[in-house]
């Protein structure tokens, strides 16, 4: 009986409700090579809440939000037990593409009008939401809504995050309170029964093995740092080579000394981008006076990222240069129970599924603190994200939000 809601639920999945959604958020923000640039809580992220907060309203759920301007969108349940969470993020990467976050939001909102369309009760509410600033690139850290929800007391050391133009993440919050004066706040709740993250598998593992769906058992680990390197800003054509102090030749030998080390430690699974770099005084014909850049080493071992740690402060205490931790995360396992949901899910659909360690983070990384969690990865064609050209084949879309409205029913109809 709850078997049958389950796969009735998937069949009411609409694709063309499904796919037309994902191209309407799109709309806000839409860039002309057929990307979205969507920072959070900017006027177009507030334009694209509000049509989110329309649709459901449409769809019959009650709309909340909380401190860090999350946003739940929450279909009753019969009974008066924790609800079954969904969703992911609808900010984006300056050059973002449709789907990171959206796909994962929209196909909870399509699992929300399937379970209409069927008829279907379930014991417990579901709720879809959308976490605040995922990406980290209007306010750093990323994944700040997910991770304020689950521990509240890191909203206060948020606040002060600035963006780009001086704007702070405070006064980010207080517009988006403007906009929405009459949003009920979400109450502390007791934990979620569950949390399952459906998104786009970012990299291209599911695709090389011609696979439709990931089964995703956990996220590695991630560093973020900057590492300082300083040297004397001197005249790039009179300062005889042997004379200089130059913080660009120290930061690039610096550099392949720290890549080196992650691929000694780490092996075939080491993941390490140096990717921001910051140069004064920034001249073509002064000598760097100093060179910032950033590290960011992923790796599933929490020994080997334990030992890389530990190697760049020996790295960095040898070469004078300062290091500073932006941002530590260690591996995350999800629940069992919920990951064994989503394999039964993709068995019942009669579809191939691979088990998958997410390269990327997710707000599922902190939700997993909240309440037993997985996520679902349909394939990113050529493996790319970030980027305008990302996509995914609308059979994959399609398929990915019939198996999550599955393991929603089921994760709904369990008993206390
Ligand atoms: C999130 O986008 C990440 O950097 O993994
Ligand atoms: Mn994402
Ligand atoms: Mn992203």
């Known amino acids: 009986m709850m078997q049958d809601d389950a796969l009735r639920a998937s069949s009411y999945v609409d694709a063309s409700r499904l796919l037309d959604s994902i191209e309407t958020l799109a709309h806000f923000g839409a860039g002309e090579d057929g990307g979205v640039d969507r920072p959070a809580l900017s006027p177009t992220d507030i334009h694209a809440r509000r049509h989110l907060i329309e649709r459901a309203i449409t769809l019959g759920c009650t709309v909340r939000t909380d401190a860090c301007a999350n946003l739940f969108f929450r279909r009753a349940g019969l009974e008066a ?30 699992c929300l009008a399937a379970l209409n369309d069927a008829g279907i009760q379930t014991r417990r509410p579901l709720e879809v939401a959308a976490w605040t600033n995922e990406e980290g690139t209007r306010f750093q850290p990323g994944a700040m809504g997910s991770s304020a929800f689950v521990d509240p007391g890191l909203l ?14 405070a006064a980010a919050l207080a517009t988006h309170c403007e906009a929405f004066p ?28 011609n696979i439709p769906l990931g089964v995703v058992k956990g996220i590695q680990g ?8 300083k040297g004397v800003a001197a005249h790039a054509g009179t300062t005889p080579m042997h004379a200089r102090h130059d913080a660009m030749t120290l930061a690039v030998r610096i550099r392949a000394e720290i890549a080196a080390l992650a691929h000694q430690l780490g092996g075939d699974d080491t993941r390490i981008t140096f990717g921001r770099w910051t140069v004064l005084p920034n001249s073509i014909n002064t000598i760097a006076s100093e060179v910032t850049f950033s590290i960011d080493f992923r790796h599933p071992d929490p020994a080997v990222l334990g030992a890389f740690d530990r190697k760049l402060l020996d790295c960095t205490a040898r070469n004078a240069v300062t290091s500073e931790a932006l941002f530590i995360h ?35 990384m902190y939700l997993a603190k909240h309440c037993p969690s997985a996520m679902l990865f349909v394939p990113s064609r050529g493996g790319i994200s970030h980027n305008p050209l990302e996509a995914t084949d609308d059979d994959h879309l399609v398929l990915g939000a019939r198996a999550l409205a599955h393991c929603l029913v089921n994760l709904c109809n369990e008993a206390p």
Do not use: N
């Open 81 to 110: 037990l924790p609800p079954v969470m969904t969703g992911s993020h609808v900010d984006t990467q300056p050059t973002g593409g449709k789907l990171d976050g959206c796909y994962g939001v929209l196909a909870g909102f399509e």
């Open 330 to 364: 260690p591996p995350v396992d999800f629940a069992p129970a919920v990951i064994q949901r989503v394999a039964d899910a993709c068995h019942a659909l009669g579809v191939p599924s691979l088990s998958i360690t997410s390269g990327a983070f997710h707000d599922a």
């Open 182 to 209: 009459t949003l009920e706040t979400r109450a502390v709740e007791k934990a979620a029964h569950a949390f399952i993250e459906l998104h786009i598998e970012q990299g291209p593992l599911l695709e090389l093995a």
């Open 222 to 229: 991630v560093r973020w740092y900057a590492v300082r390197c």
């Open 156 to 169: 206060e050391h948020y606040y002060p995050a600035k963006d780009g133009d001086g704007i702070t993440l």
